[in-house]
């Protein structure tokens, strides 16, 4: 499965997982709850009931002690209506020895009255209640309204509660007394103290955990008035009521309900819910957790999918396969392996694992000995990384690599990766060619040739042999390459290669050297006369005509040749005299073949003498400036002057061609030309102020100023800025420098136009015909090479390019100064052409300071 995709799909489902922990947790509590709530419905009920039955049994036990207490006083009451009805008679003597023995009793009773004819006659204890005596019940409609409804015979009526005249509350008893001959005597009555009668039947004890009301006012029942209590109990459903009769004819009834209410069984439901909140939080914890467990689990699991898939696709980008191989008796077998191991070893993916022969018949025999022992040594515990070529019909190459896996005793199982290395080795031989051979022409290049001259050496000294060296420099290639683009020089290059290799014979080689440079080791030479033909053959096979885009080019080549052992046993030394022998075909003439020669190396030791003698030579002040007069043609006056330098080493003049090259080389001619340029501009600064004369300073600049690393170029700038605040000054360059066309070249030629410094190509018309750059830079100055000027009179084509050169000069209004003018002849013919300055022998020689001033003042004099 794609990585992306497996992401994708683990991310949904962590996700699933997720919401279905949960919906578990949701379901749990939800359940934990609805368990909860029916169990806590199921102990209020049970409790609920077992109040009920307590305050069942509490209120029956109080009302049948109410019911005892009452009726037994009452039972006192209708004992003493029976006795006075058997003696209607009665004296309040008789009367009080009967009460005072029922008060004996104790009973619950405050008095006792008799009233004969419902007036009271008679009453005990007489003393506290003399005041009742003679109360007419029917003169007291409060008490008449009581005592009217008594009239069947032994009738016991309870009235009350009322307040007592002689206070407090109480109830009042009263039994109609009837004669024994059926007649109404009157009636007894005893009031009952309520506080002592509630106390006697237990009502006011504070363990009472019961709270009761009591209603039925006079014995009324439920319809009197509530008397005892809180009169919400009757309206409360809830309260258990019980009721009482009182008297033979009334009732009271009793409402109660648990003094701390119905409820109270919250300790244990709080405790029930503190227990299921408990009970919820473990199971949602509990749920949580293994929702953890499960999701690292499949977080893991698919983290490991994920990696594999990972491993398996980085395989396949790094053309990496992972193997393990496992030995077994006398054999192996691939115990594990990915898709891309499948896929280089050719590997059936749904073979169970296969032998290792299976992979090795793949291979060539020697490659597959090759990889079979280095398996077996990998199971005796050596590692192996190796480079096979699957079979020599392929290009197919394949690195495997192999470690022991040395946690057991041997032979071990082998853990290892195979790569297809097939482009890597392709690219690293593309990359070997290009080291050791040359892009453009295929040939082998300077390194390479190295090589191989050295091995040829070695093998001519072993077997006494000779060879040869040629060292071939083209002719006029530059000229093909400025005109025609680099393209044809490439093309033309190439094309010399195949000509020289032509030339020559298999075994020996040719070699791209530099630039228009090749070089020739001819193996065997067994006479001299052998690198002469070849030499020859080579000169005449490149002076024929290349077409190149339908152009045709000329070409040629100067060969120089040296011999093993006769001119050098070194690489160097063969190539350096070769060089050396084909600089001297070059200086004569070019297009040729020459040997080396011991005068040449008598040449070439000399320039490296004089090499040396260059670096203190600026030290030690050996170098001084000579000033050549530039004429003007028109009037014949000294306007400018060309400075030279001069070198007088040991009081010799060494010639300035040959140092000034050797300076090139070395870098010393930035140097030379500061000092040039401060010595002349000083000179000729002063002169001109002393002579009130001014004239143009003309200098020389070596090309490689302008390429300079350290800050040659900023030093030379410094003092020519300078040095033009106080003259005229114009830098002669070369061609050669404005072919280049650097960025860096316009910007110092910019810069020296705005310092008001002129710019003049000197030698003009040598090597390079290119005049587009004539127009592309700030020249101002054009001077004719002496090698033009020279001929005139005797050649008439450099007559036609001279004359050439001053019209287009003036057309580009360029300055146009000829230089080596020796004879009247040419100078007469510049003249007539209209050439504006002149320079040369037959002026001057180049001049010493002093004489250089001489020939001003004379010139002065001559002029007045
Ligand atoms: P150049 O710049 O073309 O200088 C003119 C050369 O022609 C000078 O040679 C001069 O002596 C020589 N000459 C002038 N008139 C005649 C004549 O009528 N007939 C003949 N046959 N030769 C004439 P010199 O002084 O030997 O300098 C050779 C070259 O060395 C110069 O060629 C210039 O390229 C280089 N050079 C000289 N001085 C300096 C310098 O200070 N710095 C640099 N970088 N190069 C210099
Ligand atoms: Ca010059
Ligand atoms: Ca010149």
Redesign the pocket.
């Known amino acids: 499965m794609p990585l992306a995709k497996m992401t994708q799909n683990l991310s949904i489902e962590l996700n699933l997982l997720r919401r279905r922990a949960a919906y578990i947790c949701v379901l749990v509590i939800i359940l934990v709850f609805t368990a909860e709530l029916i169990l806590e419905k199921y102990f209020k009920e049970a409790d609920y009931q077992n109040k009920q039955l307590q305050v069942t049994q509490q209120l029956t036990g109080l009302t049948s002690k109410l019911s005892g207490l009452i009726n037994s006083n009452l039972f006192l009451l209708s004992g003493l209506s029976a006795h006075i009805g058997m003696k209607p008679d009665i004296t309040q003597a008789e009367f009080e020895a009967y009460a005072s023995s029922i008060f004996r009793q104790e009973p619950l009773l405050v008095n006792m009255a008799a009233a004969r004819d419902l007036v009271i006659t008679h009453i005990y204890p007489l003393k506290q209640n003399l005041a009742a005596l003679g109360l007419n019940y029917r003169l007291t409609e409060k008490q008449w309204n009581a005592v009217k409804i008594l009239d069947t015979r032994g009738e016991m009526v309870v009235a009350g509660p009322l307040d007592m005249v002689q206070g407090g509350e109480a109830i009042i008893g009263r039994v109609t007394v009837f004669t024994a001959d059926d007649k109404f005597w009157g009636i007894t009555s005893a009031p009952i103290l309520t506080r002592k009668l509630y106390q006697a039947a237990g009502l006011l004890q504070d363990n009472l955990t019961i709270e009761v009301a009591i209603r039925g006012k006079d014995g009324r029942g439920i319809n009197g008035e509530v008397f005892y209590g809180n009169a919400t109990l009757f309206t409360d459903q809830r309260s258990i009521t019980t009721t009482l009769d009182v008297g033979t004819t009334g009732s009271w009834q009793l409402a109660a309900q648990p003094r701390d209410g119905w409820q109270d069984a919250s300790g244990t439901i709080w405790l029930l819910r503190i227990s299921f909140i408990i009970l919820a939080l473990l199971l949602t914890i509990i749920v949580s957790y293994r929702y953890r467990q499960f999701y690292n689990e499949k977080n893991f699991r698919q983290t490991l999918q994920k990696n594999q898939a990972l491993l398996e696709e980085v395989s396949k980008i790094a053309l990496v396969g992972g193997w393990q191989i496992t030995p077994e008796k006398r054999t192996f077998r691939f115990t594990l392996w990915n898709e891309q191991t499948a896929k280089i070893f050719g590997l059936q993916t749904d073979s169970q694992h296969p032998l290792t022969e299976e992979v090795l018949c793949q291979f060539d025999k020697p490659q597959a000995n090759h990889l079979r022992s280095c398996i077996t040594n990998a199971t005796l515990g050596h590692t192996f990384d190796t480079e096979l070529q699957v079979s020599a019909k392929s290009d197919r190459w394949i690195r495997i690599i192999g470690k022991p896996i040395a946690n057991t005793e041997p032979p071990f199982s082998v853990l290892g990766s195979v790569q297809d290395i097939t482009e890597r080795k392709r690219f690293t031989d593309k990359i070997q060619h290009q080291a050791i051979y040359d892009q453009l022409t295929g040939l082998p290049n300077r390194l390479l040739f190295n090589n191989r001259l050295k091995k040829s050496i070695v093998k001519c000294r072993r077997e006494n042999k000779k060879l040869a060296v040629l060292f071939i420099d083209l002719d006029h290639f530059k000229p093909v390459n400025d005109n025609l683009g680099h393209s044809a020089g490439d093309f033309l290059l190439k094309e010399v290669g195949n000509r020289i290799r032509n030339c020559i014979r298999e075994s020996d080689t040719v070699a791209r050297y530099s630039g228009d440079e090749f070089i020739v080791i001819l193996n065997d030479i067994k006479e001299t006369k052998i690198p002469v033909s070849i030499s020859q053959n080579i000169i005449d096979s490149i002076s024929k005509t290349f077409t190149i885009n339908k152009n045709k080019v000329y070409c040629g080549a100067s060969i120089g040749i040296s011999v093993f052992p006769d001119d050098g046993d070194s690489v160097e030394e063969l190539v350096s005299n070769a060089d050396q022998a084909m600089y001297e075909v070059k200086r004569s003439g070019r297009n040729g073949w020459q040997f080396f020669t011991k005068a040449m190396q008598v040449v070439s030791e000399k320039r490296h003498l004089l090499r040396n003698k260059l670096v203190t030579a600026v030290h030690n002040n050996e170098f001084s400036?000579?000033y050549?007069p530039i004429v003007d043609l028109t009037d014949n006056k000294i306007k400018k002057c060309?400075?030279?330098?001069?070198w007088q080493h040991n009081g010799q003049f060494i010639?300035?061609?040959e140092f000034?090259s050797l300076a090139e080389e070395t870098g010393r001619?930035n140097e030379?030309?500061r000092f040039?340029l401060k010595t002349a501009s000083e000179h000729i600064s002063s002169l001109s102020k002393t002579y009130s004369y001014p004239i143009e300073l003309s200098?020389?600049?070596?090309p490689r100023v302008f390429s300079s690393k350290d800050n040659a170029l900023d030093q030379w700038l410094t003092i020519l800025s300078r040095a033009s605040e106080h003259m005229a000054i114009t830098v002669?360059i070369?061609e050669r420098l404005l072919i280049e066309e650097s960025d860096r070249i316009m910007w110092v030629l910019t810069k020296l136009k705005a310092l008001g410094i002129a710019i003049a190509i000197?030698?003009f018309g040598t090597g390079y015909s290119s005049l587009s750059y004539l127009t592309k830079f700030p020249i101002d100055i054009i001077?004719i090479?002496?090698s033009f000027v020279?001929k005139l009179g005797e050649e008439p084509v450099p007559e036609a390019l001279i004359e050439t050169m001053i019209t287009l000069s003036h057309k580009l209004d360029l300055e146009i100064v000829a230089?080596?003018?020796?004879t009247l002849e040419q100078l007469t013919m510049l003249k007539k052409w209209n050439c504006d300055y002149g320079?040369?022998?037959?002026f001057d020689?180049?001049l010493s300071a002093v004489d250089f001033e001489q020939r001003i003042h004379r010139t002065l004099v001559d002029d007045q």
């Open positions: 400036v000579v050549q060309e400075a030279l330098v001069r010639p300035t061609d000034i001619i030379i030309d040039v200098i020389n600049v070596s002669e070369t000197d030698d001077k090479d002496q020279r230089e080596g003018i020796e320079q040369g022998y037959y020689k180049p």
